[in-house]
C-alpha cells in the first residue's frame, strides 16, 4: 500500500472519475455561491434577451405576441439545456463564472442530461427560490441539486488550460532528514503558495516546519524551506 | 527521477497534447496520434502523483488529462439517424415497455375526466366546484354555436392560439413530469387536477348544449395532446417509482436509471405537444367542414397513434 497522497487526507471536494486508463482524474464541483451568481447572470442574460424581443415584436401587433409566447417558452425550458449541450457544456452565467456541466464520468453533457436537469429545476425551485436544490446540495459533497442527481451530472470548475508551477528559484539545500511522501508534497505546496502568502504569514508556516529549517526565524525559514523544495524537485 | 529532470524529459509532449487538444481535425474519431499521447499523459500523471511531485505539476498533468478525456470520451462517434431512429423505433419501443406507468397515468387522468363529465350530466350544479365562474364564462362564450370561431375568444388569431397552446400545454407537460420527484406525489395531483379541468368543460358544455362546437373542436387534437398528457405523466411516474421502489439499487442509482428511460418519454411528449398545438390552431377552428368529418379525423388520428405505439420497433434493427 502506498501512503495516501496528502491530497486525500485533508478536507477537499474534488470528486475522482475513475478512467479507463487506470488513472484518477481530479474534478473540482462548484458550490451554492458560484452556481448562484451563474444562475443569476443568466437570469439578466434571459431578461435583456426578452426585452429585445419585446422591443421587436411590440412592432409587430398580433404576430408580435405569438413571438413572445414562443420565445418565453423557449428560454425558460430549453435554452439553458441548448447551451449546455451546443456551448462546451456551459450557459453564459456559468462561463462567465468559469463553470461547465458534465456527467459523472467527466464526459461532456449531452441532450438525454441537460435536458432533464433543466426540466427537474422546477422542482428545484420549490418551496420559493431553489430551496430544495439548495438543500440538496447541502447535504452531498458534489454538491449536485435533485436535478443533478436524476440526470447523473455535476457542476465543476473549468480546469484553467495550461496550468504552471512555480517554485520561486533558489540554492537547493538538502533536507536534514528523510522526508516522507506526503511530507514532501507539503514542502513543495507551501513552496509554490509562497508567493500568494503575506512574508509574515509565509514566515509563520515556515516556522512550523522547525526540523527543516534548523529553527531559523522569520524570513531565513520561509528561505530555507524554499530551498528544501528546490532540492526536492532536483534543481542544483 | 526528480521533477525537474522528469519535466525536462516530457515538458514536449505536454506541448504537443496542448496544441493536438486545439485542433479539431487532430482530435477527430480515427486519428490515432491523440489517443497514444493521451494514454501517455495519462501514464504521467499516475507517475507524478505516485512520486509526490510539486501540486502545480499535478494539477497541469490533471488538467490536461481531463480535457483529453473530455474529447476522447465525449466523441460523438459515427451515428446518423439518430433522430429518426428514436421515433421510428426507439419510443414506441420505450413505450410498450413502460406500459404499467402509461396505463396508470391514463387512468389517472382519464378517470377523473370521465367521471365528472358523466357526474356533471347529473349534477350540472356541481361545475362551480371545479371552475371558476369566470374560466365558465369564457368557455360559453367561446363554444357558443353562434361564435363564428369555436374555441377561441374575439381577439384571438391562430398564430398566437399555436403559440399560446406550446407555451402553455408544453409547460403542464413539464411540470407533471418534474414533480414526478416529489416521490410522484405532484405528477399524480397535475394528472388528476388536468383530468378534472378538462373533464369540467367537457361535462358542463355538453349539459348546456354547446357539446357540438365543443367536441367538434376537440376531436382533432385530442389524439396528440391527451396522450402528450399520459406519456408526461408515465416519464414523472417512473421517477417517482424509482424513489419510493429503488429496488435492489440505491435510490441514487435507481433515480439516474429512471430519468435515463423518463426522459425519452419526455421527448416524446413534447412531440406530441408540438404537433397538437398545430392542429388546435390551424385544423380545430376551421368552420367550412362538418362535424362529421372532424369526429371521424380525430377518430383517424387516434386509431394512428395507438397503431404508432404499438406496432414499430418490435424487431431489432439490423
Known amino acids: 500500500m502506498q501512503p495516501a497522497p496528502l491530497s486525500a487526507v485533508v478536507l477537499d471536494t474534488a470528486h475522482e472519475v475513475a478512467t479507463p486508463e487506470g488513472i484518477d482524474i481530479e474534478l473540482r464541483p462548484a458550490g451554492p455561491v458560484a452556481r448562484a451568481s451563474a444562475w443569476l ?19 409587430l ?37 468559469g463553470l461547465v456541466v458534465v456527467h459523472d464520468d467527466g464526459t461532456p453533457v449531452r441532450w438525454p442530461a441537460a ?40 457542476v465543476v470548475y473549468r480546469p484553467a488550460p495550461g496550468g504552471s508551477h512555480n517554485v520561486p528559484l533558489a540554492p537547493a539545500i538538502a533536507p536534514a532528514l528523510a522526508l516522507s511522501l506526503a511530507e514532501q508534497r507539503a514542502v513543495l505546496d507551501f513552496a509554490e503558495r509562497s508567493i500568494a502568502l503575506t512574508p509574515e504569514r509565509a514566515a509563520e508556516l515556515a516556522e512550523i516546519a522547525q526540523p527543516l529549517t534548523g529553527g531559523a526565524r522569520d524570513a531565513a525559514a520561509t528561505e530555507r524551506l524554499i530551498g528544501v523544495a528546490n532540492h526536492l524537485l532536483g534543481r542544483p | 527521477m526528480k521533477q525537474a529532470a522528469f519535466e525536462a524529459v516530457h515538458e514536449s509532449d505536454w506541448q504537443e497534447f496542448e496544441r493536438l487538444l486545439g485542433d479539431d481535425k487532430a482530435t477527430a474519431p480515427g486519428n490515432v496520434d491523440f489517443p497514444r499521447l493521451y494514454r501517455r499523459i495519462c501514464q504521467q500523471l499516475a507517475l507524478a502523483r505516485d512520486r509526490a511531485y510539486g501540486p502545480g505539476l499535478v494539477d497541469r498533468l490533471n488538467a490536461l488529462a481531463l480535457r483529453g478525456h473530455r474529447v476522447l470520451y465525449g466523441a460523438d462517434g459515427i451515428r446518423r439517424n439518430q433522430l429518426a431512429e428514436f421515433f421510428l423505433r426507439q419510443l414506441p419501443r420505450v413505450v ?21 363529465a358523466l357526474a356533471l350530466q347529473v349534477y350540472p350544479d356541481f361545475v362551480g366546484y ?6 365558465i364564462a369564457d368557455f360559453q362564450q367561446m363554444y357558443d354555436p353562434a361564435n363564428p370561431r ?28 418534474a414533480s414526478g420527484m416529489l416521490f410522484g406525489l405532484g405528477t399524480i395531483f397535475y394528472l388528476v387536477l388536468n383530468g378534472l379541468r378538462i373533464g369540467a368543460a367537457a361535462g358542463y358544455l355538453t349539459h348546456i348544449g354547446f357539446g357540438v362546437p365543443f367536441w367538434s373542436f376537440v376531436a382533432g387534437h385530442s389524439a396528440p395532446e391527451l396522450s402528450a398528457i399520459v406519456l408526461s405523466g408515465a416519464a414523472g411516474l417512473r421517477l417517482g417509482a424509482a424513489l419510493v421502489a429503488p429496488g435492489r439499487l440505491t435510490r441514487r442509482a435507481a433515480l439516474a436509471a429512471a430519468a435515463r428511460r423518463a426522459v425519452q418519454l419526455v421527448y416524446g411528449a413534447a412531440a406530441l405537444f408540438t404537433l397538437a398545438a398545430f392542429i388546435e390552431a390551424f385544423w380545430s377552428p376551421l368552420q367550412l367542414l362538418p362535424p362529421q368529418t372532424k369526429y371521424a379525423v380525430g377518430a383517424a388520428l387516434w386509431a394512428a397513434l395507438i397503431a404508432y405505439l404499438a406496432l414499430p420497433g418490435r424487431h431489432r434493427a439490423r
Not at chain 1, 439578466?44 to 411590440?58: E, K, Q, S, Y
Not at chain 1, 435536458?115 to 459533497?141: C, E, I, Q, W
Not at chain 1, 449536485?144 to 447523473?152: E, P
Not at chain 2, 371545479?130 to 374560466?135: G, S
Request: charged share 15%.
Open chain 1, 41 to 59: 447572470v443568466d437570469l439578466l442574460i434571459r431578461a435583456g434577451i426578452l426585452l429585445l424581443i419585446a422591443l421587436v415584436a411590440g412592432a
Open chain 1, 61 to 97: 401587433g398580433k404576430f408580435g405576441s405569438a413571438v413572445m409566447l414562443l420565445s418565453l417558452f423557449f428560454l425558460e425550458w430549453l435554452f439553458p439545456a441548448w447551451c449546455e449541450v451546443h456551448w462546451n457544456g456551459a450557459t453564459p452565467g456559468k462561463k462567465a463564472l
Open chain 1, 115 to 154: 435536458l432533464t436537469r433543466n426540466l427537474l429545476r422546477a422542482v428545484d425551485f420549490l418551496p420559493m427560490l431553489y430551496l430544495f436544490g439548495f438543500a440538496a446540495m447541502s447535504a452531498n459533497r458534489d454538491f449536485k441539486r435533485l436535478g443533478d442527481f436524476a440526470a447523473g451530472t455535476l
Open chain 2, 96 to 116: 410498450r415497455e413502460e406500459l404499467r406507468l402509461v396505463l396508470a397515468a391514463a387512468a389517472l387522468f382519464f378517470g377523473p375526466l370521465a367521471l365528472v
Open chain 2, 130 to 135: 371545479l371552475l371558476e365562474p369566470r374560466q
Open chain 2, 150 to 177: 369555436p374555441g377561441m375568444r374575439e381577439a384571438d388569431s391562430n398564430v398566437v392560439m399555436f403559440a399560446y397552446y406550446i407555451w402553455n400545454n408544453v409547460k403542464i407537460g413539464f411540470q407533471t413530469f
